[in-house]
């Protein structure tokens, strides 16, 4: 059964919107049952339906299902027109019909200097994903079990890219023996990811994911952007935004998936322009449409490994083999929680151990009790988040209580929430468990007194680690391995940089002319989502700077 239209997510363009339409396309005549596009098939056009039809489907093992029937006025397409991404339904017409064919190029060309048709067709782009993802309608079928943690990281592989997938237990659906059966791998094999019905991934890499789903475009490697933009979370994508739309062409090497640490917060309430609060991955997700919709290229599952600096063009290496070459770089691969000093706390992560509170990991704990460790904003978020969906929560702080480190709203909420408990000056001594976490014990640092509970989830956001390990050396780092930038840099940084210029170093330019650090990765910053975005616009003009010198 086919979706119902709602307007905004199938909006009828009328006659003045298709005549504005139609330079940028050219006319198509079809005969009834014709495929306009397939699954798996990248670059794909917009048509815009003038006479007849276009019924967009999902072919799966149990048949054809009918997503939508675009009628007279009525346009295809959703988010991955923009990307280039391999489409996830097929497109054919079941009468003579009569179609305005727009191609990518040209549809980047109408997003960018119409506003009205732009703010119709990204709209309507974000709204079907959304519907795409909800409905599980996609190429793909993920099939594991909630007790592996590398099922985990698939499945959050995939939410946080926005890729609509079918999730199979193995621990719970009865038919699944068949599919294991047909595709001929064994229960010790999960998880496993089939792409299209055709491609078959045992236990694959969040790369050779992106590489089977066709999420990233080839970088050119021989050519020199005008800057690479290392992660893709609030700093960078809003560098990659302004950059873009400057006219500068753009690389984003992302490590993972758009958001960064923020893209993993259940609720941000504190971010101008949303009173009523946006998920970190729906703001990810919009700023990833934006910097698409002006050009650049945001790659995922493909990190900055090392800079190289000893010339310019400065060049990166990525992982999995092969280099690009940048005029400038800007540098926002954040921080990372820091991890407990537990001897065996690499043996529960993914499997009772999290460092994110998304949809995902709440799954697996709905009606548990669960544990939260740190104070900041991040973990009040997930204690207010996972509070609706737990039996008890208990948050545990070193220090006193939570006045210091994070926001007044959120100390209210969780003030009011009845299964919250706050524990402070209370530390976790031990983790147990057989293949996954069974149960916790924790110190009063006070009164000395230790305890065990049988708690299996527990959410590590405490302090912050920078990911700046890949800068090999090249950049000047503070005591913690913050990048410095600016006014933070010495005399005798700069000197042992060999600083070249007569000028200082701009703000936000680290100890190498061209490099520029922004987010969270960067030392001093201000651990806000709004004062991130902010870095990575003010970093791009200051850029601009640097590439007329």
Not at 314 to 336: K, L, N
């Amino acid at each position: 059964m086919a979706v119902e239209k709602s307007e905004l997510a199938f909006p009828k363009l009328d006659a003045a919107a298709i005549a504005r339409l139609a330079s940028y396309g050219h006319e198509r005549r079809t005969s009834a049952g014709e495929i306009l596009f397939d699954v798996g098939q990248a670059n794909v056009s917009v048509f815009v339906v003038l006479e007849g039809d276009i019924e967009i489907v999902s072919p799966s093992g149990s048949g054809v299902h009918v997503v939508v029937v675009h009628e007279p006025g009525d346009f295809t397409g959703e988010v991955n027109l923009l990307s280039g991404r391999p489409s996830l339904v097929r497109g054919r017409t079941t009468v003579p019909s009569t179609l305005l064919e727009i191609d990518r190029s040209n549809l980047y060309r109408i997003v960018q200097a119409d506003a009205a048709l732009s703010e119709l067709f990204l709209r309507a782009f974000m709204l079907r994903r959304a519907y795409l993802v909800a409905s599980g309608t996609g190429d793909v079928v993920l099939i594991g079990s909630n007790h592996s943690a590398d099922t985990l990281r698939l499945k959050g592989f995939l939410a946080r890219n926005g890729h609509p997938h079918t999730y199979i237990d193995v621990d719970r659906d009865p038919d699944v023996q068949h599919l294991l059966d047909q595709f001929h791998f064994r229960l010790d094999e999960i998880p496993v990811l089939i792409c299209r019905g055709e491609h078959v991934l045992r236990n694959p890499s969040n790369a050779d994911a992106a590489a089977c789903l066709g999420l990233n475009e080839e970088v050119d490697e021989q050519s020199v952007y005008d800057v690479i933009v290392a992660g893709a979370g609030p700093s960078g994508l809003a560098a990659a935004v302004y950059a873009a739309s400057e006219g500068l062409r753009v690389l984003v090497l992302e490590s993972s998936a758009p958001g960064g640490q923020a893209g993993s917060s259940s609720r941000i309430e504190n971010y101008l322009g949303f009173p009523t609060g946006v998920s970190g991955q729906e703001l990810a997700d919009r700023a990833l449409v934006q910097a698409q919709k002006f050009g650049a290229h945001v790659n995922v599952a493909l990190p900055a490994t090392a800079l190289k600096c000893a010339r310019r063009p400065f060049v990166v290496e990525m992982g999995g083999g092969g280099s690009v070459q940048g005029r400038s770089i800007i540098v926002a691969t954040g921080a990372a929680y820091r991890k407990l000093p537990l001897h065996n706390l690499a043996h529960f992560e993914g499997v009772g151990v999290y460092y994110g509170a998304t949809f995902v990991e709440a799954q697996l704990c709905q009606g548990e009790n669960v544990a939260i460790v740190g104070g900041g904003n991040s973990a009040g978020q997930a204690a207010v988040f996972l509070s609706g969906r737990v039996r008890h929560l208990h948050l545990l702080v070193r220090g006193p209580g939570l006045s210091d480190t994070m926001s007044r709203y959120l100390i209210r909420r969780i003030e009011e929430t009845p299964n919250i408990t706050l524990l402070p000056f209370t530390e976790i001594t031990a983790l147990e468990g057989n293949g996954r976490l069974e149960g916790l014990r924790w110190r009063d640092s006070k009164t000395g007194v230790e305890e065990a509970h049988d708690i299996q989830h527990v959410f590590l956001m405490t302090g912050a680690a920078p990911n700046a390990a890949w800068l090999d050396d090249c950049l000047a780092l503070d005591e913690k391995g913050f990048v410095k930038t600016g006014s933070d840099l010495s005399p005798g940084d700069l000197a042992t940089a060999k600083w070249p210029l007569p000028r200082a170093p701009y703000l936000l330019e680290t100890s190498l002319p061209g490099v520029f650090a922004v987010g969270d990765v960067r030392s001093g910053s201000v651990k806000r989502v709004a004062s991130a975005v902010g870095e990575g616009s003010i970093a791009v003009q200051l850029l601009h700077r640097v590439l007329a010198e």
